[in-house]
Nanobody, 124 residues
Framework: QVQPVESGGGSVQVGGSLRLSCKVS????????MGWFRQAPGKEREGVGY?????TTGYARSVKDRFTIFQDSDMMYLQMNSLKPEDTAMYYC????????????????????WGQGTQVTVSS
């Protein structure tokens, strides 16, 4: 059973940095795609970015050049720099099933497994 678990959230001031971690139990090397999503209060969940097992990444325009996704075996990370108040949200890790086609994007509907989320709060 695949189960992602996020950690590393917290409170930070504007311009600060945080690194989120996602440990994926049940991870296999056949897992092609993992992603990060976030949901701010009163808003819909949105894609932050994704990474393939080949290391290809993609980012939402709002975080490009500030956030970096990288992976080490069953761990995925989201390095967040130059944080802004609008980055305040619950952040979720998601994993696409290893039996799925090799499609990867920051779109909710392509992911099969989700973590419980970790809260990030950016204050001025």
């Amino acid at each position: 059973q695949v189960q992602p678990v996020e950690s590393g959230g917290g409170s930070v001031q504007v311009g600060g940095s945080l690194r989120l971690s996602c440990k994926v139990s049940g991870y296999t090397t056949a897992t092609y795609c993992m992603g990060w999503f976030r949901q701010a209060p009163g808003k819909e969940r949105e894609g932050v970015g994704y990474i393939t097992n080949g290391g290809t990444t993609g980012y939402a325009r709002s975080v490009k050049d500030r956030f970096t996704i990288f992976q080490d075996s069953d761990m995925m990370y989201l390095q967040m720099n130059s944080l802004k108040p609008e980055d305040t949200a619950m952040y979720y890790c998601a994993v696409r099933g290893s039996w799925r086609s090799h499609l990867c994007a920051a779109q909710e509907e392509i992911f099969d497994y989700w973590g419980q989320g970790t809260q990030v709060t950016v204050s001025s």
